[in-house]
C-alpha cells in the first residue's frame, strides 16, 4: 500500500468548464476554470429546495451509507436504531451472530416494529397488531395466520433490508441503490485509510458508549468542507491552540509536510502531523507522565505488527477522512466516527462517536475520551465555533443573489500530488463528485448567473 | 428533633442560596467570579445526551473538565475569540427543586436541583433543561463546588440550539 505517494488525483484536477456531464441543469452550480485556476460554488447549493430534493434521489438514495459500527452490537440479539438517508434501519446481530440491517417498518401496515434506541432482544414484536419478527427479519409470528388467505407468503413478508448490507473493517454500510457498486469498489483508495484507523490496536476498534448527537442551522455540505479544511484551524481556533500552548507549556512545533488528497468518488483526506497528542499513539505533556510508558508500549506494538512506517502512520500522522457522501473519520487528537444527515437546505443533524482500541485500560480510555472532548463535539473547545462559523456562512447566503458564488480554489495552480492541507483539493473532490452526481438528475434549476 | 429539621432548613436555604448566586453569576458571565467557587481538583461535568446518568470515564461526555480545563474553558468565554461564545448569549437560568443529602463526607453535601436555562443569540432562542448534581463543601460561611455536574433531558442538542454555548 502506498499512502505517501500521491494517489491518483481524480481527473488530474483537471474539470471541463460549467457544464460537467448530464443532461440536466443542477450541474451549472459548479463553475470550475483550470486555466484560469478557479473553483467556485453557487449558493443556490446551499439554499434551494430544489438541490436539497435533488440530493436525496442523487445522493443519498445512491451511494452507500454508513449505518454503524460491528463494535455496537457485540453480541447475538444486540440491536440499535438509527435513521440512515431518511429511513428508519435497525442495525443488529442475528442470532447466529451475523449482522443484519432491517429496515424498521412492519410489512404488515408500517408502524415500527422496534422503537428503542438500543438494546438485545430475540424478537421485533410490533406494538400494533403483533406481527413478531426475528433477528434475522423472517416473520415468525401473526395472530390470527389462519384469516388471511392463499395468497399470503409469510415468507415474502420478512422484514425488508436496504438494497445493500456490508460491513468494511468493522463499519457497516448500506445502499438503497440496487444497481450500486460493490461496497469496496465504492471505497476505493479511502479503504485504505479506513484500515489506518482500524489497525490502531490488534484487539480491534470500539465505538465508546456516548452520542454526540448535535445540529447545525446551516448546509450539510458545510460540515463536509468544514470537516476537512486545514484552511481555517489556525485563524477560527486560536483559543483551543491558545489552551494547547498554555497546558503544554511549550510553544507550538511547527506543523510537518500536511498534504491534501482526492482519493477519488468523492471520498478525500488531509493528513497532518498537528501539535496535540494522541492516546493512538503520540504522547504529549498534557497527558501526563504516567501514560508515556503504555502509550509509547502500544507504539512499539504497532512497529512490531505493521513496521516502523506503517506504524508511524498509524500512530503518528492526524487523518481527516470523508468517506462520500456524509462519513466523516476523523482520526487527530480523538477518533471521531461523524455522519451528517441533511434535514432542510439551512439545517442538519449531525451524530459523532468517539472511537478506541477495544484493549485500552480504564485510565488510557479515560484520556482518551477526555482528550477527544478537548476539541471535539458541540461542548469542545474547537467544534463550537465551527458551527458557528457554519451558521454565520448560512446567514451570509441570504444575500446569494447578490453574492453568488463562494470560492473553492485555493492550490488549484500546485502540481499534483504537492497540495497540503489548507489547499482546497480535497473539496473540489467532494464537490465535482456531487456535481457529476446531480448532473443526471433531470430537474432544472435556473442557470445562475457567472459574474 | 425541631432543632435538626431547622438546621436542616437552614442549610437547605444557605444552598438555595449559593444555587441562585451561581446562577446569577453565569447570567451576567461573572465567569472569573464563577470560577473562584471550584476547588482546586473540583471537576465540570455534562453526560452526552443519549447516556444520562454515564459514569465518567465509562463513555463519551460532552464535557468533562478537571480545573484546568475548566480554567481554560473560562478563558476561553472571555476572549473574544471564542466565537461561538462571543457575542455572550443573553441567559436566563431558572433553578428548583432543590435537594440537599448529606454527602460521603461530613463536611459536604450532595445537591440536586432542576434547571432551565434560557440562551438567546442571533434570533434564536435555545433551552436547556435538566438536573444538577454538586457536592459542595460547606465552610460555614460559605460553600466552594467540589463537583458539579449537569445531565440534559434533551433527547439532541437541536432544542439547545445545537452547540453548548455556555456554562449549562
Known amino acids: 500500500m502506498t499512502i505517501v ?123 400494533y397488531h403483533a406481527w413478531t419478527y426475528n433477528t434475522s427479519g423472517a416473520l415468525v409470528g401473526i395472530p390470527g395466520r ?129 501539535p496535540w497528542g494522541r492516546p493512538v499513539a503520540r504522547w504529549a505533556p498534557t497527558f501526563g507522565e504516567w501514560a508515556r510508558e503504555p502509550i509509547e508500549t502500544r507504539l512499539r506494538r504497532l512497529q512490531e505488527l505493521h513496521g516502523e512506517e506503517r506504524a508511524q502512520l498509524i500512530a503518528d500522522t492526524d487523518r481527516n477522512l470523508l468517506v462520500f457522501p456524509n462519513l466523516v473519520i476523523n482520526d487527530i487528537m480523538g477518533t471521531v466516527v461523524r455522519t451528517i444527515w441533511p434535514t432542510a437546505p439551512d439545517h442538519h443533524e449531525v451524530s459523532g462517536w468517539a472511537l478506541a482500541p477495544a484493549d485500552m485500560d480504564d485510565r488510557l480510555r479515560k484520556l482518551t475520551l477526555d482528550n477527544f472532548i478537548s476539541f471535539l463535539g458541540p461542548g469542545g473547545f474547537a467544534t463550537p465555533d465551527d458551527m458557528e462559523a457554519l451558521e454565520s456562512c448560512q446567514r451570509g447566503f441570504a444575500a446569494s443573489r447578490e453574492v453568488p458564488w463562494s470560492d473553492v480554489s485555493r492550490g488549484m495552480e500546485k502540481p499534483l500530488g504537492e497540495a497540503v492541507s489548507s489547499d482546497e483539493v480535497q473539496m473540489r473532490a467532494f464537490w465535482r463528485r456531487w456535481n457529476e452526481l446531480l448532473g443526471r438528475s433531470g430537474s432544472s434549476v435556473a442557470e445562475p448567473v457567472i459574474r | ?101 448529606p454527602a460521603d463526607d461530613p463536611a459536604r453535601v450532595a445537591v440536586s436541583a432542576n434547571f432551565v436555562i434560557f440562551s438567546l443569540r442571533v434570533g434564536r432562542v435555545s433551552q436547556f433543561v435538566g438536573e444538577y448534581r454538586f457536592v459542595l463543601t460547606d465552610h460555614g460561611d460559605r460553600f466552594t463546588i467540589r463537583s458539579r455536574r449537569a445531565d440534559l433531558d434533551l433527547e439532541t442538542l437541536d432544542f439547545g440550539g445545537g452547540k453548548i454555548n455556555l456554562i449549562v
Not at chain 1, 230 to 241: A, C, N, S
Request: with cysteine; proline share 4%; charged share 25%.
Open chain 1, 5 to 127: 505517494a500521491p494517489m491518483q488525483q481524480a481527473q488530474d484536477e483537471q474539470g471541463d468548464g460549467v457544464a460537467v456531464g448530464g443532461n440536466g441543469q443542477l450541474n451549472r452550480l459548479i463553475h470550475e476554470d483550470p486555466d484560469a485556476a478557479l473553483f467556485r460554488v453557487h449558493r443556490d447549493a446551499f439554499v434551494s429546495q430544489e438541490v436539497f430534493e435533488a440530493e436525496r434521489r442523487e445522493v443519498f438514495d445512491r451511494c452507500w451509507l454508513y449505518v454503524g459500527h460491528e463494535s455496537e452490537i457485540p453480541n447475538p440479539a444486540d440491536f440499535l436504531t438509527r435513521k440512515v438517508g431518511g429511513r428508519p434501519l435497525i442495525l443488529c446481530r442475528d442470532s447466529d451472530g451475523g449482522v443484519r440491517v432491517h429496515i424498521n417498518t412492519c410489512t404488515h401496515r408500517g408502524a415500527e416494529v422496534c422503537r428503542e434506541a438500543r438494546g438485545n432482544s430475540k424478537t421485533f414484536k410490533c406494538f
Open chain 2, 1 to 101: 428533633m425541631t432543632t435538626n429539621a431547622a438546621e436542616q432548613y437552614e442549610l437547605v436555604a444557605r444552598v438555595e442560596r449559593f444555587l441562585y448566586q451561581e446562577a446569577a453569576l453565569l447570567d451576567r458571565a461573572g465567569y472569573e467570579e464563577w470560577l473562584a467557587l471550584f476547588e482546586a481538583d473540583a471537576t465540570y461535568s455534562l453526560p452526552s445526551t443519549d447516556v444520562p446518568g454515564a459514569e465518567v470515564g465509562t463513555s463519551l461526555f460532552l464535557i468533562n473538565d478537571d480545573y484546568q480545563r475548566l480554567s481554560g474553558r473560562v478563558t476561553r468565554m472571555l476572549s473574544r475569540d471564542a466565537h461561538a461564545d462571543y457575542p455572550h448569549p443573553r441567559t436566563r437560568r431558572l433553578i428548583t427543586n432543590v435537594r440537599v443529602e
Open chain 1, 146 to 274: 389462519e384469516a388471511f388467505g392463499a395468497g399470503f407468503d409469510a415468507e415474502e413478508r420478512r422484514l425488508q433490508a436496504p438494497a445493500g448490507v456490508d460491513v468494511y473493517r468493522g463499519f457497516v454500510f448500506a445502499t438503497f441503490n440496487p444497481e450500486a457498486e460493490s461496497l469496496p469498489e465504492y471505497l476505493g483508495a479511502a479503504g485504505e485509510y479506513i484500515d489506518l484507523v482500524a489497525d490502531q490496536s490488534e484487539a480491534g476498534m470500539q465505538v465508546q458508549p456516548g452520542t454526540h448527537q448535535y445540529s447545525i442551522r446551516a448546509n450539510w455540505k458545510l460540515l463536509v468542507e468544514n470537516s476537512l479544511d486545514g484552511y481555517h484551524l489556525v485563524p477560527l481556533h486560536r483559543t483551543y491552540f491558545s489552551y494547547v500552548r498554555a497546558t503544554e507549556g511549550e510553544p507550538l512545533g511547527k506543523r510537518r509536510g500536511t498534504q491534501a488528497k482526492d482519493l477519488g468518488n468523492g471520498h478525500a483526506v488531509i493528513l497532518d502531523h498537528a
